[in-house]
């Protein structure tokens, strides 16, 4: 051990060095909220495509409702369609039947996270997002308002701090807190939150990934939180919904930003 690295300097490492790092993401291109599967496909797909991307996550581990598997067995269903969105990252996959392919929970959620950090994504963990930036008549949403979530676990009162970014992307699944906090404190924005359905996998997985995308001027849903907007059924721990809808999602925010939008 070397005499001269002391704890002075490792405080001064870190503090230095991850307030640069904020600063920098001050002004995005992308807000993504909610580092599951949903959320980590949204951000590795827009940061390959050279846009300037951060996960906000509330919690101090990736994956969502993933790790989790089904009943905390570890193993997930995806369909055919998105098992080639993980194999792609090098995921093990195991052919099961009706066109299902499985893979153990934890490696995917890993190769999902990896995948999105190496494509440029910044991933910040233990930041909630607990309001939205707004601008002009009609309304367009145009940053998060982010705490540490200790802060808000210890019911201290504490001001946020704002990041401005041409789109945002709620991720946070059955809550879709982002869509929830914008709905009730924006009212012009005339959107309106349902809550998610009952149980019916198969169209669960449909609906979510077909009705992915805009939300309103600004912001955009994702995985679960595409249910809970639209009162769609959940689909329990089948994920290729996740990641294709996560796709599409991607897809329609880099087209409206290439369009100025």
Not at 88 to 100: D, F, H, K, T, Y
Request: proline letters at 3%.
């Amino acid at each position: 051990m070397r005499a001269d690295v002391d704890e002075a300097l490792i405080t001064r490492i870190i503090v230095e060095d991850s307030l640069r790092h904020l600063s920098s993401l001050t002004e995005l291109d992308v807000a993504v909220v909610g580092a599951g599967p949903a959320g980590l496909t949204v951000a590795r797909l827009l940061a390959k495509r050279g846009f300037k991307t951060a996960v906000f996550e509330r919690r101090l581990s990736f994956g969502g409702g993933m790790g989790g598997g089904g009943m905390q067995l570890p193993r997930i269903v995806v369909e055919e369609e998105a098992a080639a969105l993980l194999a792609e990252l090098g995921c093990r996959l195991s052919r099961a039947s009706n066109g299902l392919y499985v893979a153990d929970a934890a490696e995917a959620l890993a190769r999902l996270a990896a995948g999105a950090v190496e494509a440029g994504a910044n991933i910040l963990l233990g930041v909630s997002v607990e309001d939205v930036v707004y601008r002009g008549a009609p309304p367009r949403i145009v940053g998060v308002v982010i705490q540490w979530s200790s802060v808000q676990l210890s019911g201290l009162h504490v001001d946020p701090l704002a990041f401005k970014a041409r789109a945002t992307v709620d991720c946070t699944g059955h809550e879709a807190s982002v869509i929830a906090v914008a709905s009730r404190k924006v009212p012009g924005l005339g959107v309106q939150l349902k809550g998610e359905g009952a149980m019916w996998a198969g169209e669960g997985e449909r609906l979510v990934v077909e009705r992915s995308g805009r939300v309103c001027p600004g912001l955009y849903a994702a995985g679960m939180s595409v249910a809970a907007l639209y009162g769609l059924p959940r689909m329990g721990p089948i994920f290729g919904g996740m990641l294709l809808s996560g796709r599409k999602a991607a897809e329609e925010v880099a087209r409206d930003l290439a369009e100025g939008g």
